[in-house]
């Protein structure tokens, strides 16, 4: 009975989420820590100021949320873990991040999470005549949004470090006049491109296409492309509130672009859904937005609690790569992953393995808070011993 088109879907597998019992969940690179203090005191003012407002469609444009990112993005310059605070505790970027030019309201789309705004980009943008160009081993749900729309896709192998290979993928671009994108800081490698590696990719390839940086965990190292779109317009980053703003479960994404192209995707989203980010989402976010030092620390927190877990794991053995998130990537000669994966699920801990060629040695762990990593490392002393 169902349409045939439906038969050729690959649904995204998420990490697991466990009903069996309580799990220390390390596994889907959600954020260790609550949202700010300031998020929950604005729902429930809200609440209780106008509970009407639940009873009617919330601004479709999210008009008050998009100055609102805006604002954020200027303050940081896109990455919470080199902010720091005037005298007066205003947020300042470091200078690496600051931006060139004042990101307005009009260059930002806002979405249900950062998967429904790529779908509105793969849709916008991306051709079904001619393939994207994506890395081999990145977001998982690139291909499945690739599929749903019948856009074929090219996979371009990593390098030996699990680094890009930009070379390659920009030939292929120039091959086929087409599209390019990847997450940076990469998924699940962890591995980042400079700015300028990424500049000087985007000059060299196809001028006509739109190609997306995917900047998920932008806020935990590397340097964010927001700069770069002073110099290219078909340039497009998206970003998400998922990871280091603490909203993995209220869903909140978003887009940033020159505003031509900001318009091409209100255009695709008027024409699936008019109202996709809800009444509550948007006064939580604008909160969250406000509270820069709050997440500039807990940001700080994760990154500190990485490297000396990655420590840790290096001073053992483990082959880690260099992190730039909120998660490591790791594996040891003579561990079989599976058994690992299993072996820490057992003592309560999740972590994500992908039974992937190529990466299925590999464990990605996400970081928790200092208890968490505390338990994980009790339980990688015991895995060492057994």
Not at 109 to 116: I, T
Not at 158 to 168: I, R, T
Not at 209 to 226: I, N, T
Not at 362 to 373: C, K
Request: aromatic residues 12%; contains cysteine; proline residues 6%.
């Amino acid at each position: 009975m169902q349409a045939s088109r439906v038969l050729n879907l690959n649904p995204y597998k998420p990490g697991e989420q466990p009903k069996d019992r309580v799990y220390i969940k390390l596994n889907a690179n959600e954020n260790p820590y609550p949202p700010s203090p300031e998020v929950t005191k604005a729902i429930i003012h809200s609440l209780k100021e106008s509970s009407m407002k639940l009873a009617l469609y919330p601004d479709p444009n999210s008009t008050d949320l998009r100055k609102a990112i805006a604002n954020l993005l200027n303050a940081t310059g896109g990455h919470l873990c080199r902010t720091t605070f005037d005298s007066c505790g205003n947020p300042m970027p470091a200078l690496q991040d600051k931006l060139p030019f004042e990101i307005t309201s009009d260059m930002i789309f806002a979405g249900n999470g950062s998967d429904e705004v790529l779908s509105f980009v793969f849709y916008s943008f991306f051709e079904g005549d001619r393939p994207l160009i994506q890395p081999e081993h990145t977001y998982s749900f690139y291909p499945v949004y690739a599929g749903y729309y019948d856009i074929p896709l090219i996979k371009v192998p990593l390098k030996k470090d699990f680094s890009l290979d930009l070379e390659k993928m920009v030939q292929e671009a120039n091959l086929y006049n087409s599209s390019m994108i990847f997450a940076n800081p990469n998924a699940p490698s962890s591995i980042y491109l400079s700015r300028q590696e990424i500049r000087e990719m985007l000059k060299v390839a196809p001028k006509n296409r739109v190609h997306v940086v995917d900047e998920a965990y932008g806020d935990f190292g590397g340097e964010s492309c927001l700069p770069l779109l002073s110099e290219f317009n078909n340039l497009v980053i998206v970003r998400t509130f998922s990871k280091s703003l603490s909203f993995a479960g209220m869903r909140l994404g978003y887009a940033v672009s020159n505003p031509e192209l900001i318009k091409t995707l209100f255009c695709v989203k008027d024409s699936f859904n008019h109202f996709p980010v809800d009444y509550l989402a948007q006064v939580a976010a604008k909160a969250a937005c406000k509270d820069v030092a709050y997440y500039v620390n807990t940001a700080k927190m994760i990154c500190k609690e990485r490297d000396l877990f990655a420590k840790f794991l290096q001073e053992k053995g483990w082959n880690v790569l260099p992190s730039a998130t909120n998660f490591i990537f790791t594996y040891k000669k003579g561990i079989n992953g599976k058994a690992a994966y299993e072996y820490i699920k057992s003592k309560g801990i999740l972590v994500r393995r992908f039974d992937i060629p190529g990466i299925e040695e590999y464990l990605r762990i996400t970081i928790g808070n200092h208890e968490q990593m505390e338990e994980l490392r009790k339980i990688f002393q015991d895995l060492e011993s057994r």
